[in-house]
């Protein structure tokens, strides 16, 4: 089928970052470099083209962007130096804004302002709905509210309602942009018809993804098993905390002591420890630039580990205030907590370019789906050889 081209794809593109298309003369050794690359996805090279091309329909719904892990093994065999990584990283961006139905995507990966801004907005308006709600629903004077510990019995009922709001909310915007990023790779084209026996045939290799992130090691750079294993301790983390934050919140959240060999300190300590080694390690190896994939690293690619870090620490200092025994201190350090979770939750995760931890896994999953909706064509097509010969 002919496509029609669009010569605004190229700038529309470079606003979400680096994409070196004069640099990029069409030779191929990306490709040829690249262990993730097959015949049905043949990155970055085709991606690059499509883009140079103006062919916006093929873009948006190539899987391909995802299915590079960003190794950076491109960018280092590349002989005219045009940074098929940072390319591919910009591609991921700009197919992250196509996917959200707001529009919040597109301004925030353009704009680290706009991402600073909206995730301290939101910031701001937990502090304020805590204000309220000691003022309002507690009844609390400002006085006391200022220089009196209260615990934190009195809103364990509420804050339970609200944390699974926020993963609610959050799982919202991330199922919206989930089934749009199906709509747009998938029900076009001629994977448009692939029945549904094919999708829940594969439905493994999205969850296989998900948890074990073994596709990463098939890049053979330098040290990329030791990512793989920090990027899993990281994901698992994460996964800890959330199973805990969603389904134990009454058990965990509480002003009891617990001993130090109870479940619910030892699970909460394993969870800290590995938010904090996995983002300590993504930071330290940015700094460091020592890989090509931590050489062009900008504000945007800090913003999740950050996060993270920071929101694995508050909670650590909310625990050891509320231990030693300083109430007040802990109800000041569990705002903050809030003021740095919620945000996160609610914006890096599903709206920053940090949502890549989501469409990695489905498009792994749709390219696996498509594999087998092509595998049972060609062998249609040579049963129909075969009894017409």
Same mark, same amino acid.
């Given at each position: 089928?002919?496509?029609?081209?669009?010569?605004?794809?190229?700038?529309?593109?470079?606003?979400?970052?680096?994409?070196?298309?004069?640099?990029?003369?069409?030779?191929?050794?990306?490709?040829?470099?690249?262990?993730?690359?097959?015949?049905?996805?043949?990155?970055?090279?085709?991606?690059?083209?499509?883009?140079?091309?103006?062919?916006?329909?093929?873009?948006? +719904?190539?899987?391909?962007?995802?299915?590079?892990?960003?190794?950076?093994?491109?960018?280092?065999?590349?002989?005219?130096?045009?940074?098929?990584?940072?390319?591919?990283?910009?591609?991921?961006?700009?197919?992250?804004? +196509?996917?959200?139905?707001?529009?919040?995507?597109?301004?925030?990966?353009?704009?680290?302002?706009?991402?600073?801004?909206?995730?301290?907005?939101?910031? $701001?308006?937990?502090?304020?709905?805590?204000?309220?709600?000691?003022?309002?629903?507690?009844?609390?004077?400002?006085?006391?509210?200022?220089?009196?510990?209260?615990?934190?019995?009195?809103?364990?009922?509420?804050?339970?309602?609200?944390?699974?709001?926020?993963?609610?909310?959050?799982?919202?915007?991330?199922?919206?942009?989930?089934?749009?990023?199906?709509?747009?790779?998938?029900?076009?084209?001629?994977?448009?018809?692939?029945?549904?026996?094919?999708?829940?045939?594969?439905?493994?290799?999205?969850?296989?993804?998900?948890?074990?992130?073994?596709?990463?090691?098939?890049?053979?750079?330098? =040290?990329?098993?030791?990512?793989?294993?920090?990027?899993?301790?990281?994901?698992?983390?994460?996964?800890?905390?959330?199973?805990?934050?969603?389904?134990?919140?009454?058990?965990? +959240?509480?002003?009891?002591?617990?001993?130090?060999?109870?479940? +619910?300190?030892?699970?909460?300590?394993?969870?800290?420890?590995?938010?904090?080694?996995?983002?300590?390690?993504?930071?330290?190896?940015?700094?460091?630039?020592?890989?090509?994939?931590?050489?062009?690293? $900008?504000?945007?690619?800090?913003?999740?580990?950050?996060?993270?870090?920071?929101?694995?620490?508050?909670?650590?200092?909310?625990?050891?205030?509320?231990?030693?025994?300083?109430?007040?201190?802990?109800?000041?350090?569990?705002?903050?907590?809030?003021?740095?979770?919620?945000?996160?939750?609610?914006?890096?995760?599903?709206? $920053? $370019?940090?949502?890549? =931890?989501?469409?990695?896994?489905?498009?792994?999953?749709?390219?696996?789906?498509?594999?087998?909706?092509?595998?049972?064509?060609?062998?249609?097509?040579?049963?129909?050889?075969?009894?017409?010969?």
């Amino acid at each position: 089928m002919t496509e029609t081209s669009d010569p605004s794809l190229l700038a529309e593109v470079r606003r979400y970052g680096v994409f070196n298309a004069r640099g990029c003369f069409n030779c191929g050794s990306c490709t040829i470099d690249c262990d993730l690359a097959t015949d049905s996805a043949s990155f970055p090279r085709r991606s690059m083209q499509s883009v140079v091309l103006g062919l916006k329909d093929s873009v948006h +719904q190539s899987l391909d962007p995802w299915l590079c892990h960003d190794c950076g093994d491109c960018s280092v065999t590349c002989p005219r130096e045009a940074k098929p990584r940072e390319s591919m990283k910009t591609l991921r961006r700009y197919l992250t804004a +196509q996917y959200d139905w707001t529009g919040l995507s597109r301004r925030i990966c353009r704009s680290p302002a706009w991402e600073i801004g909206a995730l301290s907005f939101v910031a $701001g308006l937990v502090l304020v709905l805590i204000i309220l709600y000691h003022l309002y629903i507690e009844h609390l004077e400002l006085s006391v509210f200022r220089s009196t510990a209260m615990g934190l019995e009195h809103m364990f009922g509420r804050i339970t309602y609200f944390t699974v709001a926020v993963f609610l909310l959050s799982a919202f915007f991330i199922a919206s942009h989930a089934a749009r990023m199906l709509s747009l790779t998938m029900r076009h084209g001629p994977h448009a018809a692939v029945p549904l026996k094919f999708y829940l045939a594969e439905a493994k290799t999205m969850f296989l993804q998900m948890v074990t992130h073994k596709q990463t090691l098939k890049c053979p750079a330098t =040290m990329q098993k030791r990512r793989w294993i920090m990027h899993w301790l990281l994901a698992f983390g994460c996964c800890l905390m959330l199973v805990i934050k969603f389904f134990f919140l009454r058990w965990f +959240q509480t002003d009891k002591i617990y001993p130090v060999y109870n479940p +619910q300190r030892w699970l909460g300590y394993m969870a800290f420890a590995f938010l904090v080694l996995g983002s300590l390690d993504i930071l330290i190896e940015r700094a460091r630039k020592r890989q090509p994939i931590y050489r062009q690293s $900008g504000l945007r690619d800090l913003m999740l580990p950050v996060l993270l870090l920071l929101t694995a620490l508050s909670g650590m200092v909310v625990h050891v205030l509320r231990y030693v025994g300083l109430g007040l201190g802990a109800d000041y350090a569990y705002a903050v907590h809030l003021m740095i979770a919620v945000p996160m939750l609610l914006v890096e995760i599903p709206f $920053g $370019g940090s949502s890549h =931890m989501l469409y990695r896994p489905l498009a792994l999953y749709f390219a696996a789906v498509k594999e087998r909706a092509k595998e049972r064509t060609l062998e249609a097509e040579m049963t129909l050889e075969e009894k017409t010969a």
